[in-house]
């Protein structure tokens, strides 16, 4: 028995070998999906896209002139596809600062408690850093642009947080490097100092190193480790950003375990905190944060044992990715010493 749990274990850390990027062009199956899944539970009627185009028109901040939005994409990416060289990532950083600028100006209020919801953005104009990060990565692949969406550890400055924010990532045409765009600031390349990302077969926290114009030229992994080439890392994959989306309506949930709408945290949110963080784990086995937060929730709802074994999975994972944050390492020393007693 304790093999196959030894066995069951290992097959949990182990990230698949194959997983791609998210592909989220705007008209695909999969970005209308998680929009329709928001506006489902929200109990909204019609579709994001034709709000989006919408939206577009009504904030007048056009590309290329075009007042249709499918038609301005379309056009870019003709006029990607034709250019060359420096004059392509031209066109990629241009067609990059459009949508920062877009989604900024179409979602004018930042939302920590809904803004991660499709809903939320076409009732309110409420964004979040992980819509505000899909809807860029959705532009850009529209336009026919490696983009995609990371998590940020260390932030501008260098501070460290648990995995705190998202940012849009896009790689230039030419190959040379890539770029964060992130709606939070107000300019649209920024240089967070540490990422996690999809590298060497697995989910890896790295630290970037820039070079001109805000651009990364490599990486290297956390905590003093070796360099990793450019070529072999790319954005989160589509389970990741479907299980974070469910990580955050766990954290947010109203009176879960950050006391959403009612200033406490009582039984029937928490148990709501938990139904979405135990699905987010079920779209990706390997998202550390909802792990750990669950762990929170286990503690909260006064289950001591639940809230060990928690810990002690997420940390398994953290260390697996590369980097342990400090919250984690304190959860830990608290799992070790309230099992030994």
């Given at each position: ?86 004059e392509r ?72 947080t648990n ?95 950050l006391g ?82």
């Open positions: 028995m304790s093999r196959l749990r030894s066995l069951a274990l290992l097959l949990a850390l182990a990230p698949a070998a194959l997983a791609a990027p998210a592909s989220l062009p705007l008209t695909s199956g999969a970005f209308q999906t998680l929009g329709a899944e928001s506006y489902r539970r929200a109990g909204l009627s019609g579709s994001f896209t034709t709000w989006l185009a919408d939206a577009y028109r009504r904030q007048g901040v056009l590309l290329l002139g075009e007042p249709s939005l499918g038609r301005a994409l379309k056009r870019r990416r003709a006029q990607l596809l034709l250019a060359t060289g420096a990532d031209r066109l990629a950083r241009d067609t990059a600062a459009w949508a920062h600028r877009f989604v900024k100006a179409a979602l004018p209020r930042f939302s920590l408690e809904r803004g991660f919801e499709f809903a939320g953005a076409a009732r309110s104009g409420e964004r979040q850093c992980l819509l505000q990060s899909v809807l860029i990565t959705g532009l850009l692949q529209e336009a026919g642009l490696q983009a995609g969406a990371v998590m940020v550890w260390r932030n501008l400055s260098g501070q460290e995995l705190g924010h998202v940012t849009a990532t896009l790689r230039l045409p030419s190959g040379h490097g890539d770029l964060l765009i992130d709606a939070s600031d107000p300019t649209p390349f920024v240089e967070h100092q540490g990422l996690l990302t999809w590298a060497d077969g697995g989910y890896r926290f790295l630290v970037p190193r820039y070079g001109a114009e805000q651009t990364i030229t490599g990486y290297r992994q956390a905590d003093g480790g070796g360099p990793v080439a450019l070529s072999g890392v790319s954005a989160l994959d589509l389970a990741y950003l479907r299980s974070q989306f469910d990580y955050y309506r766990g954290e947010r949930a109203p009176g879960g375990l959403t709408g009612v200033g406490r945290a009582t039984p029937a949110g928490l148990q709501g905190s938990e139904r979405w963080l135990q699905a987010a784990l079920r779209e990706n086995p390997h998202n550390a944060l909802a792990a750990y937060v669950l762990g929170h929730v286990y503690r909260k709802q006064g289950r001591p044992g639940a809230a060990r074994a928690q810990y002690l999975a997420a940390a398994k994972l953290y260390a697996a990715q590369g980097h342990t944050p400090r919250g984690v390492q304190d959860a830990l020393a608290w799992a070790r010493s309230a099992a030994s007693r």
